[in-house]
C-alpha cells in the first residue's frame, strides 16, 4: 500500500472527538464518518489530504511520536504518563476539561492518614502522576493498578484512596465517595510529530494556525 501523503490526524472516540469538530470546521476540515456509528478506524474527510485515524486515548501519543499520526488531541493526563517524549505541542486546546483528584470513601480520615504518615494503598491507572503526587507530600503508598472501575476499589477494601478523573462528580457521589485532593486540572493539547512539522510544514502550520484561532 503507498504511503499516505496528506495530513493524519489521531483522535480518541467520545468527547475529545466530539469537542475536536468544531476546531477542524474551523480548518476547513470535515469528517466523513462519526466513529461512534462507523466501525471504520481510518476516516476519510471532505479534504483529500487530511485523514483520521480513530485510537484508543491513551494511545493517541504513541502514534504520533512514532509517525503513524502526523498530529492528535490527548489529555493532559495521558501526556503525562506517556512522558511527552519526541512531541511538540503548541496548543492547548481547553477542550474536554476535567480534574485529576485524590478520592475515598465517605468516613475514611484523610487527612489524619496524611499527618501521621501512615501507609496507604492508592488504586489508579494513573501510575506516574501518583507517585509524584504523593512523593511530594511525603506520603507512603502502595500503588494499585486498575484499568477502569476505580470507585469500587476502596468499597471491597482494595484500596483506601483512588487517583482518578473528576468531571462532574456524580459517579463518586453514587458510589459514597468524596473528593478530597485535587492534583491539576486536565484539558486537551495538540501535538505534534516533530519530524512531520519540518517534512509536511506547509500542510500542518495551517491547520495549527487554525486550531489556535478557533481557540481564541
Same mark, same amino acid.
Given at each position: 500500500?503507498?504511503?499516505f501523503?496528506?495530513?493524519?490526524l489521531?483522535?480518541?472516540?467520545?468527547?475529545?472527538?466530539?469537542?475536536?469538530?468544531?476546531?477542524?470546521?474551523?480548518?476547513?476540515?470535515?469528517?466523513?464518518?462519526d466513529?461512534?456509528?462507523?466501525?471504520?478506524?481510518?476516516?476519510?474527510t471532505n479534504? %483529500?489530504? =487530511?485523514? #483520521?485515524?480513530?485510537?484508543r486515548a491513551?494511545?493517541?501519543?504513541?502514534?504520533?511520536?512514532?509517525? @503513524?499520526? *502526523? /498530529?492528535?488531541?490527548?489529555?493532559?493526563?495521558v501526556?503525562?504518563?506517556?512522558?511527552?517524549?519526541?512531541?511538540?505541542?503548541?496548543?492547548?486546546?481547553?477542550?474536554?476539561?476535567?480534574?485529576?483528584?485524590?478520592?475515598?470513601?465517605?468516613?475514611?480520615?484523610?487527612?489524619?492518614?496524611?499527618r501521621?504518615?501512615?501507609?496507604?494503598?492508592?488504586?489508579?491507572?494513573?501510575?506516574?502522576?501518583?507517585?509524584e503526587?504523593f512523593?511530594?507530600?511525603?506520603?507512603?503508598?502502595?500503588l494499585i493498578?486498575?484499568?477502569?472501575s476505580?470507585?469500587l476499589? %476502596?468499597? =471491597?477494601? #482494595?484500596?483506601?484512596?483512588i487517583?482518578?478523573?473528576?468531571?462532574?462528580?456524580?459517579?463518586?457521589? @453514587?458510589? *459514597? /465517595?468524596?473528593?478530597?485532593?485535587e492534583?491539576?486540572?486536565i484539558?486537551?493539547?495538540l501535538?505534534?510529530?516533530?519530524?512531520?512539522l519540518?517534512l509536511?510544514?506547509?500542510?500542518?502550520q495551517p491547520?495549527?494556525?487554525a486550531?489556535?484561532?478557533?481557540?481564541?
Amino acid at each position: 500500500m503507498a504511503a499516505f501523503e496528506g495530513i493524519t490526524l489521531a483522535l480518541s472516540k467520545g468527547r475529545i472527538f466530539e469537542e475536536t469538530l468544531p476546531l477542524l470546521a474551523a480548518a476547513g476540515i470535515t469528517p466523513s464518518d462519526d466513529p461512534e456509528k462507523s466501525r471504520k478506524l481510518i476516516i476519510g474527510t471532505n479534504r %483529500p489530504d =487530511v485523514r #483520521l485515524v480513530i485510537v484508543r486515548a491513551t494511545d493517541t501519543p504513541t502514534y504520533v511520536q512514532y509517525g @503513524a499520526a *502526523d /498530529l492528535g488531541i490527548a489529555g493532559k493526563d495521558v501526556l503525562i504518563e506517556h512522558g511527552g517524549d519526541g512531541l511538540y505541542q503548541p496548543l492547548d486546546l481547553d477542550i474536554a476539561r476535567c480534574r485529576m483528584c485524590v478520592a475515598v470513601q465517605k468516613g475514611f480520615d484523610y487527612a489524619a492518614a496524611a499527618r501521621r504518615g501512615a501507609r496507604i494503598r492508592v488504586a489508579t491507572k494513573y501510575i506516574q502522576t501518583a507517585r509524584e503526587h504523593f512523593a511530594a507530600k511525603g506520603m507512603y503508598v502502595d500503588l494499585i493498578k486498575l484499568y477502569g472501575s476505580m470507585e469500587l476499589a %476502596p468499597l =471491597v477494601g #482494595l484500596a483506601d484512596a483512588i487517583v482518578d478523573l473528576v468531571s462532574s462528580g456524580g459517579t463518586l457521589r @453514587a458510589n *459514597d /465517595l468524596v473528593e478530597v485532593e485535587e492534583i491539576f486540572s486536565i484539558s486537551s493539547r495538540l501535538i505534534v510529530n516533530q519530524a512531520a512539522l519540518k517534512l509536511k510544514h506547509a500542510l500542518l502550520q495551517p491547520v495549527i494556525e487554525a486550531f489556535a484561532g478557533a481557540v481564541k
